[in-house]
């Protein structure tokens, strides 16, 4: 049994808890409302014994497909984000998170018509489109296509997110919901400064709060999900963020503690901080991103290594067909 006053359940006072895994024993054990994949999760979940047989399953389902080389490969990979979307959404009471193929960032086109066909599969398998988030990175494009896929319906989750410029074409989009990535923000200002960060001095922290106080002053919808946690720290610190998404390691560390947590994000004090209200088109997102060399980086290396992971698990298909 959890312990009622561990740090984990009075995080869940205030807080959405999301399991960042795609193992499907981490989110029975710590009753997460939502969960959240990416393809280096899928990878590394398909390379263990204990979901292989989802991969095999669809595999041996596309035998007879008309589809062949690249087409077949991506279609089975689409069936297996599915899968283990579906397995997933059977442990959790909330939504699930299902990206798609990152190397798609910059085609709203392809973006839209990818979304599309992830969620008819969930609904061709019985699966309500609220319960499901597309998650897409947070380019230009991808927020573009967000608000296509919004405006039919189509839930998103825009990931990759380090910059208040992101943030507000996220927002102006009308997107349901984003994903800053408050780890890979400190990680790059560690590696560049040699300093270790804590508390409100961390800048992916300081990142976070400074896009929810946006929000909520200015009355956005969107919910806001800190992600890619490096200490229990960072997410102690954004404990009152609509949503935090946490990895295995740190809930277990969460559940673990009976230290006392404070709330630290409100959405009245947010609403009454001084914040000036930023006009944005395609031209001053550019600018505001390139003038962030962090967010611009890590943007781009974030893109890079899920695109890899993609090919990585493109190569495991293969040598199953």
């Not at 062949?68 to 997933?88: N, Q």
């Not at 992916?204 to 919808?221: L, R």
């Amino acid at each position: 049994m959890i312990n009622q006053t561990s740090t984990l359940e009075q995080l869940k006072k205030f807080t959405t808890v999301v399991a960042d895994t795609g193992d499907f024993e981490s989110m029975r054990k710590y009753a997460p409302q939502d969960a959240t994949t990416n393809p280096t999760l899928i990878f590394k979940a398909v390379q263990q014994a204990e979901y292989k047989h989802l991969l095999d399953k669809v595999i041996a389902d596309s035998r007879g497909s008309s589809l062949a080389g690249e087409s077949l490969r991506r279609a089975i990979i689409d069936d297996l984000l599915i899968a283990f979307g579906r397995e997933i959404l059977a442990i959790v009471p909330g939504r699930v998170s299902t990206e798609v193929d990152a190397r798609l960032s910059f085609d709203v086109d392809a973006t839209v018509k990818k979304a599309r066909y992830l969620i008819s599969l969930y609904e061709k398998s019985g699966v309500p489109r609220e319960r499901i988030l597309i998650k897409i990175a947070s380019t230009w494009e991808g927020a573009r296509a967000a608000e296509v896929c919004e405006k039919e319906g189509i839930h998103c989750n825009l990931t990759l997110l380090f910059s208040l410029a992101q943030a507000i074409a996220c927002a102006d989009a009308g997107v349901r919901l984003i994903s800053p990535f408050v780890g890979r923000i400190y990680d790059y200002y560690k590696a560049a400064t040699g300093k270790d960060y804590s508390g409100a001095e961390d800048p992916g922290v300081q990142s976070v709060e400074k896009i929810y106080t946006y929000y909520k002053k200015f009355g956005y919808t969107t919910q806001v999900m800190g992600a890619s946690f490096r200490n229990v720290g960072q997410i102690e610190s954004l404990a009152g963020c609509d949503l935090l998404t946490i990895s295995p390691d740190l809930l277990e560390e969460l559940q673990n503690s009976n230290r006392e947590l404070v709330r630290k994000l409100d959405p009245a004090a947010a609403a009454s901080a001084p914040a000036e209200r930023i006009s944005l088109d395609e031209k001053l997102f550019r600018w505001m991103l390139n003038e962030e060399a962090m967010a611009t980086d890590k943007l781009a290396e974030g893109i890079r290594k899920f695109a890899a992971d993609i090919v990585k698990l493109e190569g495991i298909i293969q040598k199953s067909l």
